[in-house]
C-alpha cells in the first residue's frame, strides 16, 4: 500500500517538484510518523556517510586534511547527532522565518516537504554512490544534476508549505533560515562537543 504511494510521488518530484509538493501537504500525514523518519533518515543518512569516508581513499592535500578532520571520520555518533539536530533545527526555522515573512504554512506542511525532501535526497545519493562505483566518469554529472535539483526542489518545497507563490520570497526564507541554523547548529555543537568530552575525561 505504501508503495503505491511512494514510487508515483517519487517520479513526481523528479519531475515536478511543485505538484509533489502539493500532494505532500495534502496528505496531512501525522506529525509523529514525519518526525520520527525523519530522525530515522538524518541518522541513516550520516552513518552512511561516516562508513563511505572510512571505505573511501582520501585525496591527498588539504582537502584530504579536511576530510579526516571532520566530526564523523572518527566518530559516526558524533556526526549522526549533528546532522539530526541540524535537520530538526532546520524545520522549525523554515516555519518561523515563513510565517515572520507572512506564510501560511503549518509545522506540519514545513515537516512534511523536509521530511521528503530529506527521504529523496538519500535515495538519489545511494543511486549516485553505486553509479560512482560502476561508471566513476558519469558520478561528476549526476551529482552537478543532483545538486540543482534539490536547490531547485528546496526552493519549491518551501514555496508551497508556506502557500508564497513567490520563488524569490521563498529563496528569501532559505537564505534567512541557513543564517539562523548555522547559529543554532554552533552553539548545538558547543553542548554536543562538551557533553563528549566531559565523557571521555570521566572515562
Known amino acids: 500500500m505504501m508503495s503505491e504511494v511512494v514510487k508515483p510521488l517519487f517520479v513526481l518530484s523528479l519531475k515536478n517538484p511543485r505538484e509533489a509538493a502539493l500532494g505532500l501537504v495534502r496528505l496531512e500525514m501525522g506529525t509523529q510518523t514525519l518526525w520520527l523518519v525523519l530522525s530515522l533518515v538524518s541518522v541513516i543518512t550520516s552513518l552512511v556517510l561516516s562508513l563511505l569516508l572510512q571505505i ?19 566518530n559516526p555518533l558524533i556526526m549522526a547527532v549533528i546532522q539530526w539536530g ?6 522549525f526555522v523554515f516555519y518561523w522565518v515563513g510565517r515572520f515573512l507572512g506564510g501560511q504554512g503549518t509545522l506540519g506542511d514545513v515537516l512534511a516537504v523536509v521530511t521528503w525532501l530529506q527521504l529523496m535526497s538519500f535515495g538519489l545519493m545511494v543511486g549516485i554512490t553505486f553509479l560512482g562505483f560502476a561508471l566513476p566518469f558519469l558520478s561528476p554529472f549526476a551529482l552537478l544534476i543532483f545538486i540543482c ?30 543564517v539562523g541554523v548555522l547559529i543554532g547548529m554552533t552553539l548545538f555543537m558547543g553542548v554536543i562537543g562538551g557533553i563528549f568530552v566531559s565523557g571521555v575525561g570521566g572515562s
Open 149 to 178: 535539483w534539490w536547490l531547485f526542489s528546496l526552493v519549491t518545497y518551501v514555496d508551497v508549505a508556506h502557500s508564497f507563490g513567490n520563488m524569490l520570497k521563498a529563496t528569501g526564507v532559505i537564505v534567512a533560515s541557513i
Open 86 to 91: 541540524r535537520i530538526v533545527l532546520s524545520v
Open 56 to 74: 573511501t581513499p582520501l585525496p591527498n592535500g588539504e582537502m584530504g586534511e579536511v576530510l579526516a578532520s571532520a566530526p564523523g571520520f572518527e
